[in-house]
């Protein structure tokens, strides 16, 4: 059985990937209204993925007999300076995901709560692909941003982006 303690910080983690849905689909949102289709399908995917994130998490405080709680999200922010400025803010999310999770890990050692930690282990490996890949859309969004052929290029990229469920975690 997990601790309250661990309990309780599984639990606002889902919240923050439940914020993070919001956020992501917000972002996307944003791109649509422009009329940029491509990148609007790759923040909608991540929107996805965050609520399959929360979705584990939520089964597995329940398989554990955690008390599930779940709480409030905020509403995100909807206006954006601009491209840059929307890849720039996805990538400082991820870092603070990270940092959230990396909490609770530290937590769950602190307390020998392996069952935890092991579960934990494939979102630290998904934080680390997360990371990687949005400083990479930072790079890439602030090489074509000025440049509209190259833009139309980075949008078709990201629209090949689809949402597969992960298997195991």
């Known amino acids: 059985m997990v601790s309250e303690k661990i309990a309780t910080l599984i639990n606002e983690q889902i919240a923050h990937e439940q914020y993070a849905a919001q956020y992501y689909l917000s972002m996307s949102a944003w791109f649509s209204a422009k009329d940029?289709?491509?990148?609007?399908?790759?923040?909608?995917?991540?929107?996805?993925?965050?609520?399959?994130?929360?979705?584990?998490?939520?089964?597995f405080l329940n398989d554990v007999g955690g008390e599930i709680i779940i709480g409030e999200i905020a509403k995100p922010p909807h206006e954006f300076e601009n491209a840059i400025d929307i890849f720039e803010k996805a990538l400082e999310h991820e870092k603070k995901v990270t940092k959230s999770i990396f909490n609770i890990v530290k937590n769950a050692n602190d307390e020998g709560d392996f069952a935890t930690t092991s579960f934990l282990q494939w979102f630290i490996n998904e934080q680390v692909e997360e990371e990687a890949s949005a400083s990479q859309y930072v790079t890439k969004i602030k090489m074509v941003c000025d440049n509209p052929s190259a833009l139309y290029l980075f949008d078709q990229e990201l629209s090949q982006r689809v949402f597969v469920p992960a298997t195991t975690a």
Do not use: P
């Open 36 to 59: 940029l289709d491509g990148i609007a399908n790759y923040f909608r995917v991540q929107s996805k993925e965050e609520l399959m994130h929360a979705d584990k998490m939520f089964d």
